[in-house]
């Protein structure tokens, strides 16, 4: 009898995906995947830093109007902090600011975590310029309908996304419900497919090095370690095992899939990446009683709720844990893995170019960060970095948030990284900078009758504002991009000292 409701309910299984487009027109369906074990770059992206290397060496000698060797080319990291909407939009200005002023590439790495994650992979995967794709967000904005649930057609989409995971026996909670909740209206562009966008069709865009090589990051719940996901493969240096991106979510045992799930979608890789609402509720209410004003009764309310219930979750993204069974790894004995936003660790998503994984150290990092408690995040990048036993310059951390652009060398030793910090300030002055700048001519007409400390105090400091108008989103992108035109000389000139640093050394004999 048993045996008999098995093999129906098999073949009920089989029939459900030969309809479903998301098992029919997966390339990898007959493909099994294998973990790969160690922190050695994936051979594809071994092959997209050869061709970006020659890219970023044409953009340094435009910029610095001099020839250079190959050998004397840093590598740079972008690193870009969370912060909700606000991230997301202002996310967006910096690249526009780092594309229009050629800087972007000089970039080799592009490392982001919650709304500049979600920032740079739609950007990706629209595959458009970056000012199209600007005013692509600015426009879905009008809808102003995050919380809404859409048409039925919207609903039917969603509701064969999830019975194509539930036919594969996968875990689904809050997230894919957040995902869809997003994905509703940034990913209108993608009409029916849109459950259909995967990370692994990035590789197609980087390939060729002509973009920076995106890193995205989400946090394991259990082991606190960070989880990078490439267009390549995903996984934790701290674990040192990567699974392919395409097999991300199947099921694993012993290093080996042992079913052929499609891949997860974008949209649910973007609702784990800002998934903040997923941190542990102490966080939460330590950031509600720190961003609060006043009231002695909500942080006594806070405090005691914390002693009893701080330790859990609201919700996690579950997926299969792809370690399942492998010796050397912590999560061995579990049958998922539990993943949210890294805003509770890590502010700045540091660690994927912090040195863990040696081949992708980099000479320079540009931290921009748009978080709400400015300088948190470089305060835990600098406090990875002296765990691990990772070179990081020493950091002055007063009133740096307050600063457009502070920057952070060691002049004595060549292997440690330099640091340009540019948290996302916002005052009367910087606009007064930027009304006599060409590249920023076009933004003037948004900040008539501007007032800074009112953009601030209502809008610019809530992270948990899912409400923006086009006047808003406009304002946030502009701001970030024309931070970028003020600071650009400073950002070069940093960049030429570290090259000469380098250079000077590795003349000596010192350092190559």
């Excluded at 649930?149 to 989409?157: K, R, T, V």
């Excluded at 997860?264 to 609402?277: A, D, E, P, R, Y």
């Excluded at 792809?322 to 700045?348: I, P, W, Y």
């Excluded at 900078?433 to 060409?438: A, F, G, M, N």
Aim: glycine share 6%; net charge positive.
């Amino acid at each position: 009898m048993h045996s008999s409701i098995a093999k129906l309910t098999g073949l009920m299984q089989r029939t459900l995906q030969n309809r479903l487009r998301a098992f029919q027109h997966n390339p990898y369906k007959d493909q099994i995947a294998y973990v790969r074990v160690g922190n050695e770059l994936h051979p594809g992206e071994r092959v997209f830093r050869e061709k970006r290397l020659l890219h970023v060496k044409s953009a340094l000698e435009k910029l610095l109007d001099k020839s250079l060797d190959l050998q004397s080319v840093p590598t740079i990291a972008l690193v870009e902090s969370g912060g909700g909407f606000r991230s997301l939009m202002s996310t967006t200005g910096w690249h526009v600011g780092l594309v229009k002023s050629g800087l972007m590439d000089a970039v080799t790495y592009m490392v982001s975590s919650s709304g500049s994650a979600i920032s740079t992979a739609l950007w990706f995967s629209h595959n458009v310029s970056i000012e199209q794709f600007k005013e692509r967000l600015i426009f879905t904005t009008q809808y102003r309908a995050f919380w809404s649930l859409g048409s039925m057609h919207d609903l039917l989409l969603w509701s064969k996304a999830l019975v194509a995971k539930k036919l594969c026996n996968q875990k689904t909670t809050l997230i894919d419900w957040w995902s869809y909740l997003g994905m509703n209206w940034t990913m209108k562009d993608f009409g029916n497919d849109r459950h259909r966008v995967y990370l692994s069709e990035q590789a197609k865009i980087v390939e060729q090095g002509y973009l920076p090589f995106p890193i995205y990051t989400a946090l394991c719940t259990s082991t606190k370690n960070m989880y990078e996901f490439t267009p390549y493969e995903i996984g934790s240096s701290q674990l040192g095992m990567y699974v392919p991106s395409w097999a991300y979510g199947r099921a694993f045992q012993d290093g080996v899939s042992i079913d052929y799930a499609p891949e997860q979608s974008l949209g649910f890789l973007l609702g784990t990446f800002g998934s903040v609402f997923a941190v542990k509720l102490s966080f939460a209410f330590k950031y509600l009683t720190h961003h609060k004003d006043g009231s002695n009764v909500f942080k006594r309310c806070a405090d005691f709720c914390v002693a009893r219930i701080g330790h859990k979750r609201v919700t996690t993204a579950q997926v299969n844990n792809f370690t399942r069974g492998m010796q050397g790894s912590v999560l061995k004995h579990n049958t998922v893995m539990h993943l949210c936003d890294t805003a509770e660790a890590f502010s700045l998503p540091y660690a994927p170019v912090s040195g863990d994984r040696t081949d992708r150290q980099s000479d320079i990092l540009l931290f921009l960060d748009t978080s709400a408690d400015m300088p948190l995040g470089l305060h835990q990048a600098e406090h990875y970095a002296r765990d691990k036993g990772l070179k990081f310059p020493r950091i002055d951390y007063v009133d740096i948030e307050k600063k457009m652009i502070t920057i952070f060398k060691d002049e004595h030793d060549a292997a440690v990284p330099l640091v340009i910090y540019m948290p996302l300030v916002c005052n009367q002055e910087i606009f007064e900078i930027l009304q006599h700048d060409p590249m920023w001519e076009h933004n003037k007409q948004l900040f008539d009758h501007f007032d800074a400390h009112n953009f601030i105090q209502q809008k610019f400091s809530k992270s948990l504002n899912t409400r923006y108008a086009q006047e808003d989103v406009q304002q946030l992108s502009a701001l970030a991009e024309g931070l970028i035109y003020i600071n650009k000389h400073a950002i070069l000139e940093a960049i030429a000292w570290k090259m000469q640093q380098r250079n000077n050394i590795k003349s000596k004999g010192e350092f190559i």
